[in-house]
């Protein structure tokens, strides 16, 4: 059974940092790209950052870039999201999730979320 | 910007089709994925690449792509289905991926 567990996330003050988890069991992990996806309270979907099966090649949304970065340790098989210099409007649940095949760029499988809140 | 618009509610009785679109043009040359989000649940991939369905989502759920406009098709809905869709394409211009804002499928 194909699993993602998401941690990390908590309350942090604007200009703060996180560092989001995920980690992944019952596929193998380094053969798939992986990516976040972030949802703000009663919003829509709001894509974040992507990277390779092999780490090799990441993509940002403009919101985050240069702020997040995107990693991935596949002898662990955890991905990574490194949040700094939060804004409020990064209050968000953050859900990572797995792409189902080069070919196919849709996500296949979802982590149940974790909740970064930002405010003073 | 490459936006896909839905339309934000669509309501239908039970046993009845209900249709969900996105539109942006010339959406008919990529690939549509459509996702069903219940509320407190993570997305849920319901129909991929335009009209394939993973394992274990039902025969009811079908999509189609073309020119300006890209359908998910639910038949005979049931209360259940009810839930917002969201549909998503691969802007390969950009390697960025791109969310519709969303459809709140009523069953009355």
């Known amino acids: 059974e194909v699993l993602l567990l998401e941690s990390g996330g908590g309350l942090v003050q604007p200009g703060g940092s996180l560092r989001l988890s995920c980690v992944a069991s019952g596929f193998t992990f380094s053969t798939y790209a992986m990516t976040w996806v972030r949802q703000s309270p009663g919003k829509r979907l709001e894509w974040v950052s992507f990277i390779s099966a092999s780490g090799g090649s990441t993509y940002d949304a403009d919101s985050v870039k240069g702020r997040f970065i995107i990693s991935r340790d596949n002898s662990q098989n955890t991905l990574f999201l490194q949040m700094n210099s939060l804004r409020v409007d990064d209050t968000a649940i953050y859900f990572c999730a797995r792409l189902k095949s080069h070919q196919s760029r849709a996500f296949d499988y979802w982590g149940q979320g974790t909740l970064v809140a930002v405010s003073s | 910007s490459y936006v896909l618009t839905q339309p934000p509610s669509v309501s239908v009785a039970p046993g009845q089709t209900a249709t969900v679109t996105c539109e942006k043009n010339?959406?008919?040359?990529?690939?549509v994925h459509w996702y069903q989000q219940k509320p407190g649940q993570a997305p849920v991939l319901v129909v991929y690449?335009?009209?394939d369905r993973p394992s274990g989502i039902p025969e009811r759920f079908s999509g189609s792509n073309s020119g300006s406009t890209a359908t998910l098709t639910i038949s005979r809905v049931e209360a259940g289905d009810e839930a917002d869709y969201y549909c998503q394409v691969w802007d390969s211009t950009r390697d960025h991926v791109l969310f519709g804002g969303g459809t709140k499928l009523t069953v009355l």
């Open positions: 690449d335009d009209n």
């Open positions: 010339n959406i008919g040359i990529k690939s």
